[in-house]
């Protein structure tokens, strides 16, 4: 893991703010929260590059104040040449809501009363908005936003990058403060890099991306030109000769839709296997996560995919210890572990990521709490993966044979679903699809007898 700080230019912050000890201390927190994106406070509104009027209702008049306020400061937005962004928090937001822009355009945000951990997300998009890009103090941890990059062929398996970048702002989330905003890959770019890997040998692709299920593009004009999904990407790459197994990796159950799941079902291309992170089993912790969908929608999502795809693996990401995860929640958790049962889950304890808004969250959930949440979710996780692996024992699988194995005579390779594989076979079933008896299974790989080289339809 390697982490890096990057120093930019400091922006100028400017905050009035108006009224009672609640606002002044909002007022605070918004400080605090934009400082990650380079934001130091000013004294004055001039030359300051965001601007945030923090109001208060209480008072009569009060709002006309405001609007008499906004009209001074947007002189002086105009005198940047448009550079500043401007703000309306508080009270009045909460009050005039979408007026206050209709009134006064000059205004870019309105955020209510205690939202100041919105203001980073806010902030994000609204520059991206203007076609800037944030240049932040978030320090890039490797194993939370790294994207791999697309490989040489270097044997029969190759990543292929097909989207970037996160609109998502999970509370607990760098992400998209560092990668940017949502980017799909063209199409044809697509289909090029996926039949050179083909003519390199390869013959199972798995995309990626961030969000990768919230890929999209013009279909190629011969395909009619519409707007294609992850779904129908992906029965075309499947139709490209060479190319018999498709992985995409990493979806967001918000971006799951009804043909990608159907692809499942009518694309023998498509590998069972479903990594799809929920971070928690409670609705209350997915909404302070702003995750944007229940543990009910996920669980449907979740049954489809077996509908449409018996044989399916699934995979997800937990985190646990968030702020305010009661034991409630936490068990919420664990049942839904149970309910879905998971083939295999990465489980993360909840680590503060400054400036993230999760990070200023009340509720802060005690180490020794938050390490024991993890052993009992992964002694669940780990038995669920050991049962699946299990399950395979006794059954003829078909592996795509990826190397040679540790001790002389043996072989390895990748079951459908994505589970390792060991057996002895000759050295030239390499980037075969192998029949393969599985006789053995323990938490992180199968055994088996090599049958013979299996038929690809
Ligand atoms: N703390 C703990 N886990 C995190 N993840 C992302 N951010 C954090 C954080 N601040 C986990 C999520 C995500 C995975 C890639 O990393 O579970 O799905
Ligand atoms: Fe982070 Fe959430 Fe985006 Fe995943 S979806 S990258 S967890 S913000």
């Not at 919420?332 to 990465?346: H, K, P, Q, S, W």
């Not at 589970?419 to 599985?438: L, N, Y």
Request: glycine share 8%; with cysteine; proline share 5%.
């Amino acid at each position: 893991m390697t982490s890096e700080t990057s120093k930019p230019e400091p922006k100028r912050l400017f905050i009035k703010t108006y009224g009672c000890q609640m606002n002044v201390y909002d007022s605070e927190r918004m400080r605090d929260v934009l400082r990650p994106l380079g934001y130091q406070p000013v004294d004055t509104a001039d030359n300051a590059d965001l601007v945030v009027l923090n109001t208060c209702h209480i008072r009569e008049k009060a709002t006309e104040k405001v609007y008499s306020e906004l009209g001074q400061i947007k002189k002086m937005k105009q005198a940047s040449g448009g550079k500043m962004t401007i703000a309306v928090a508080g009270c009045v937001a909460q009050a005039e809501g979408a007026e206050i822009m209709r009134r006064q355009p000059a205004v870019d945000l309105v955020l209510g009363p205690q939202a100041y951990h919105k203001l980073p997300e806010m902030v994000a998009r609204a520059s991206r908005a203007a076609g800037e890009r944030l240049e932040t103090e978030f320090e890039t941890l490797e194993k939370f936003d790294a994207l791999p990059k697309t490989r040489e062929a270097d044997g029969p398996t190759a990543f292929l990058s097909v989207q970037e970048g996160c609109d998502k702002f999970c509370t607990f989330c760098v992400v998209p403060y560092t990668r940017g905003a949502e980017l799909s890959r063209p199409v044809d770019d697509i289909v090029m890099e996926a039949r050179n890997l083909a003519a390199q040998g390869v013959r199972e692709v798995t995309l990626l991306g961030q969000n990768v299920n919230a890929w999209h593009g013009a279909a190629p004009k011969l395909e009619g030109g519409s707007e294609w999904g992850l779904s129908q990407l992906s029965r075309h790459i499947a139709k490209i000769g060479g190319i018999d197994r498709i992985r995409y990796s990493t979806s967001h159950p918000r971006d799951m839709d009804a043909d990608l799941i159907a692809a499942h079902g009518d694309t023998p291309e498509m590998m069972p296997f479903m990594h799809l992170p929920v971070q928690s089993g409670s609705d209350r912790i997915l909404k302070a996560m702003n995750r944007g969908h229940t543990a009910e929608h996920y669980l449907d999502i979740m049954r489809q995919l077996k509908e449409a795809q018996p044989d399916i693996a699934l995979a997800s990401d937990f985190i646990v210890g968030f702020p305010g995860e009661s034991d409630q929640d936490f068990e919420d958790t664990m049942n839904l572990v149970r309910e879905v049962g998971y083939a295999i889950a990465y489980s993360f304890k909840y680590s503060p990521r400054p400036g993230t808004p999760a990070a200023d969250m009340f509720g802060h959930v005690p180490d020794e709490v938050a390490t024991e949440r993890l052993h009992r979710l992964q002694a669940l996780l780990w038995e669920q993966q050991r049962a699946f692996n299990a399950s395979k024992v006794g059954q003829t699988i078909k592996v795509l044979v990826t190397g040679k194995g540790r001790e002389a005579g043996q072989m390895h390779g990748r079951s459908p679903w994505q589970q390792a594989v060991h057996f002895d076979a000759p050295e030239h079933v390499m980037g075969d699809i192998v029949d393969v008896k599985v006789v053995g299974a323990t938490q992180n790989a199968l055994a088996g007898e090599f049958a013979a080289v299996a038929e690809v339809a």
